[in-house]
């Protein structure tokens, strides 16, 4: 008896990989808890946000994992909310700039710079000049994003077409 090969359908493919891209984002902020979180952050799961160069479901899954990952993580309610925003925002970005791989790391690492450190000065009342937390989250997300994400994309690049149907939705 032959097997028939089944595919997903579109939009489950994509709630699919949108809950793996989470579900990893968020395990890895756990993991390396006492890093991701705090004045001077380095979150190593802010990788994964060139993964919208990919598939646009990477937008709505790192949405969700940070979200997810702030909660579980004990922040604050502003950095829960500002910080899931400015990765959204980052996310998304990253997509509109999906054409060209050496841009999708600026937004997530500019929209973190911009947004994260007036939280961290007035949410959690860290003391020091707000241009200090822009410097520390700056390094942390050029670390991140546009070292270790540009690694991981440049080895997710090889393995595109068995990993990802390249969306263009």
Known sequence: ???EKRSLSGGTQKMTEAALIAALYVALTLMFEPISFGPIQFRISEMFCVLPYFTPAA???LFAGCLLGNVLGGAMLPDIVFGSLATLLG???SYMLRG????VCLPPILANM???PPVLKYAYHFEGALSFFVLTVGIGELL??????NILLAILEKYKALLFKRQES
């Not at 060209?100 to 841009?103: F, P, S, V």
């Open 1 to 3: 008896m032959k097997r």
């Open 59 to 61: 937008v709505p899954g």
């Open 91 to 93: 996310a998304a970005g």
């Open 100 to 103: 060209n791989k050496y841009l």
């Open 114 to 116: 911009l947004i994260i």
């Open 144 to 149: 991140a994003v546009g070292v270790i994400g």
